[in-house]
């Protein structure tokens, strides 16, 4: 069969900012301002403060007002509740993030729910989840945004494919599922205890793995030809001591087999963040009438 087709999420993400960049600009030059996002940070857990410093950048460079706020660990369930209370009130905040996770004590769904929906980018909101879930205009999260649009970019209807999503996470599991019904697919959400799990994903059309295990997902569980999207990221052990990222789905082995593949790093990764950019402008578009 022809070689598999390795999908290049860096450079979907990049092509999709550039069209926020136009958004970003048009929306600025009618309202007189431009769209803004304000990121919290917690703490100083390194992971979340490269997302953070990252995140911050490429808003700036698509012509977004980046607004960080940066607040020691030591910070109080109540303090971090009235930070979000002003951001809801504050009308050059179009979008609010909260990077997770937060330190121990500190309640997260709580902070959650505590975001105003209409400016909750992250889509994670129960009004928003609840939106997605009956097919009304929402924000959605942004992985499960960017897993279907690095689909579509092989296969621009998926209309009629069977999907198989391996995940149940509120994250990415079930809103990625939600999508893919919007999209006209057949939906099966399957996990780690599904009986004959191989069986189930063999008989897809288009894969999401999203269950958090390195390499769960083999090349002979795939069929032939199949779209898999690989939302895994993984640090396992390797002979240099430094270790190496692999996704959920055994790489090399499902690459013999499949029709495209995301790699990881580089495939669903980049989609996050350009997603989250794509919230913003809607967000920001919305709140103005102009959407």
């Keep these: 069969m022809p070689e598999a087709k390795l999908i290049d999420g860096k ?19 009618r309202t007189g301002r431009p769209a803004g996002l304000a990121v919290v940070l917690v703490g100083d ?15 700036i460079e698509t012509g977004m007002r980046s607004i960080q706020h940066r607040l020691p660990a030591e910070t109080s369930q109540l303090e971090l509740m009235g930070l979000i209370e002003r951001l809801n ?6 979008g609010i993030l909260v990077q997770l996770p937060l330190p121990p004590g500190l309640d997260s769904g709580a902070v959650i ?3 105003d929906p209409a400016k909750d980018v992250d889509g994670f909101h129960p009004v928003n989840a609840g ?6 205009p929402s924000l959605v999260p942004c992985t499960p945004l960017g897993c279907v649009l690095l689909a579509k970019s092989v296969s621009p209807s998926l209309k009629g494919l069977e999907a198989v999503v391996v995940g149940r996470s509120n994250i990415v599991g079930k809103p990625v599922a939600q999508l893919l019904l919007a999209e006209d697919c057949t939906v099966t959400i399957a996990h780690s205890r599904t009986r004959d799990l191989p069986g189930v994903v063999r008989r897809a059309d288009l894969v999401v793995a999203a269950v958090g295990r390195p390499e769960m997902v083999r090349g002979d569980w795939i069929k032939p030809g199949a779209i898999v999207i690989d939302v895994g990221i993984n640090r396992i052990a390797s002979g240099d001591g430094k270790g190496r990222l692999v996704g959920d789905v055994a790489f090399e082995e499902a690459r013999a087999v499949v029709g495209a593949i995301t790699p990881v790093p580089g495939g669903v990764g980049p989609m996050t963040i350009a997603c989250l950019l794509r919230n913003t402008l809607d967000a920001a578009s919305r709140r103005a009438g102009l959407a």
Aim: aromatic share 4%; charged share 30%.
């Design 11 to 29: 450079a979907i993400a990049e092509a999709l900012r550039r069209e926020i960049a136009t958004g970003a600009a048009r929306f600025a030059a």
């Design 45 to 59: 857990d390194p992971a979340s403060q490269v997302y953070v410093k990252s995140k911050g950048r490429q808003t």
């Design 89 to 94: 009130k504050d009308e050059a905040v179009d």
């Design 113 to 115: 729910e505590a975001i």
């Design 131 to 136: 939106r997605l879930m009956t097919g009304a």
